[in-house]
């Protein structure tokens, strides 16, 4: 059998699109071209795919396909067009051998921002006579340059990778794409149901051992729907695959307007389909309210991020997910989709919650044991809407970017009878510490050396108290040097939490009038389905009560 147990990425929406475009990013930071180096503790087969382009050149590129409207990426930036010409005279021996048509589309020219207008110059060799442009250690500012996710889309796609959806256009405030049930009908157009599901069949056919499937999508807009009929195609033909959802949401999609209400039935009518076509799923946001408008969002200690640009809050939702995800894309680890999603989902408990600590904190010439004893609880900070990740029953926990070396002070005189001092592996010793201080019935730790990579163009959002390792120091970082690494922690949890999220969220949905579900009622949905939607919720928060995990 193969060990590579690849996985197919799926991505629908705009937000999911910003995520995406930070994790693919983070994959291609972390990717080494020495030889004779040790090898990867990542296996990136898991998530790419080998291909050959026109000039019989080997290519690698996510084995993932994005959806998002007209104008949602504009006209991909020059440096992209160096694995597959879509204007050269031949054609790809991929592409020729498949079903797979390319449309191209002439949009207006947007001009490049600083960070693509030196990778232009690295990747062409230019020589203008001056110093030598490293990217991965220079400081860019693309606060205000960054609009759409593929301003700094870094990472190279195939060409079936980007569908488009013509039907809208991004930021239409005359056509505006917020209705889940207008994703549902979107569906049966012929860019989804052939062009789309043919990419894909593609992809599956290319894989050994198809592990399952990564899918996110926005919660908040149409996108939801179309990602529910996508699952329900998953469902049908690769019924044996593991199937790991995402519903993502940004405070900035919520409206301030009168409509503004429906983001929560958007949301219901999403979190009720995953529970019946996902394997498991995992709701992620910066913002407190995840589906209504909030003033407050995710406080990280050493970092201070602006959660009105999605570019910041995507850039923490990529980290989380890069690293939670480790360990079962591990080259060297046993575990799988399949089986991390059977130990935290018992009794029917899809929905788990996902947490974050960006940077770790941890003090450049401290220790790990030093740095448990001395931590409060807990280790980090929840990122799914209206829950936390206290009081689970099952949690998945990823630390990255300490190694063996630091498990102990130099000084450290061992006592026998501490079974904190005869730990092996940072995994090992933070186990320990969480069977003390986090009473969880079952916890699984996974530990790597290698640590987040954060180089260009990952945004400027570490305190200057972050030297360029990402460890926390006295003096603070030169504002021309960039923290190009840092160690982190992630986790999933089966918290009882989420029942209080299902409950916020029918309630918050039950406030919306008919009158005002109206328009959502001319497409795919009636009335009965929406009864049906809320009546759904109450009984999937029924299997997060305390008593039925005991």
């Known amino acids: ?9 799926l991505q629908f929406g705009h937000y999911s699109n910003f995520i995406g475009t930070h994790f693919w990013n983070l994959q291609e930071a972390s990717f080494t071209y020495e030889e004779n180096n040790k090898p990867l503790e990542i296996c990136h087969d898991v998530l790419y795919r080998e291909g050959v382009n026109l000039k019989g050149e080997v290519t690698y590129t996510p084995r993932m396909l994005c959806v998002d409207l007209k104008n949602g990426f504009y006209q991909l930036p020059d440096v992209h067009r160096g694995l597959y010409d879509l204007n050269c005279s031949n054609l790809d021996e991929e592409i020729l051998n498949s079903s797979t048509k390319i449309q191209t589309i002439q949009e207006e020219k947007i001009p490049s921002n600083e960070f693509f207008s030196d990778l232009v110059k690295q990747e062409l060799l230019i020589d203008d006579d001056s110093e030598k442009i490293n990217i991965a250690e220079k400081v860019y500012n693309l606060d205000n340059d960054v609009k759409i996710w593929s301003d700094f889309l870094k990472a190279r796609f195939h060409p079936r990778t980007i569908t488009s959806i013509d039907e809208y256009k991004h930021n239409d405030s005359s056509n505006v794409f917020n209705n889940f049930a207008q994703g549902l009908g979107l569906w049966d157009s012929y860019i989804m149901k052939e062009t789309w599901t043919d990419n894909l069949r593609l992809y599956a056919e290319e894989c050994d051992y ?32 593991t199937i790991i959802a995402m519903p993502v949401l940004s405070d900035n999609y919520i409206l301030e307007d009168e409509n503004s209400e429906l983001q929560a039935v958007n949301t219901s009518l999403l979190f009720s389909s995953l529970f019946e076509h996902s394997t498991m799923f995992v709701p992620l946001t910066t913002s407190s309210g995840g589906w209504i408008k909030s003033q407050s969002h995710l406080n990280l200690d050493y970092l201070s991020y602006k959660n009105n640009l999605d570019y910041h809050s995507s850039a923490i939702l990529a980290s989380a997910i890069d690293t939670f995800t480790l360990g079962y894309r591990s080259r060297f680890g ?10 935290l989902t018992p009794l029917g408990r899809k929905a788990v919650s996902a947490s974050i600590q960006l940077p770790l904190g941890f003090e450049s010439k401290s220790n790990l044991l030093d740095y448990l004893q001395n931590s409060t609880l807990p280790l980090w900070k929840p990122i799914s809407p209206q829950c936390t990740t206290e009081m689970s029953v099952a949690q998945t926990i990823v630390l990255r970017g300490i190694t063996e070396n630091m498990l102990y002070s130099n000084n450290l005189i061992r006592d026998s009878k501490n079974p904190s001092h005869h730990c092996t592996s940072p995994s090992d010793l933070l186990k320990l510490f969480l069977s003390f201080c986090d009473h969880v019935r079952m916890t699984e730790v996974h530990s790597f050396d290698s640590s987040l990579e954060t180089i260009a163009p990952f945004p400027n959002i570490f305190s200057q108290s972050i030297n360029q390792h990402g460890f926390v120091e006295s003096s ?13 922690i992630s986790g999933l949890h089966n918290s009882n939490s989420m029942r209080d999220m299902f409950i916020a969220l029918k309630n918050d949905s039950s406030k919306v009038k008919g009158s005002k579900l109206s328009h959502m009622f001319n497409y795919d949905i009636d009335v ?11 009984v999937l928060s029924d299997n997060y009560l305390i008593n039925d995990c005991l």
């Open 1 to 9: 059998m193969n060990s590579t147990r690849e996985i197919i990425t």
């Open 210 to 241: 198809l592990q399952g499937f990564h899918i996110s999508m926005d919660s908040l807009n149409g996108f939801g729907g179309l990602a529910c009929k996508a699952l329900e195609y998953l469902k049908d033909e690769y019924s044996n695959k």
């Open 334 to 343: 046993n575990d799988s989709m399949q089986t991390m999603c059977t130990r």
């Open 476 to 488: 603070s970082r030169s504002s021309t040097s960039v923290v190009a690494k840092c160690a982190a």
């Open 528 to 538: 009965m389905d929406y009864k049906e939607t809320l009546e759904n919720l109450l």
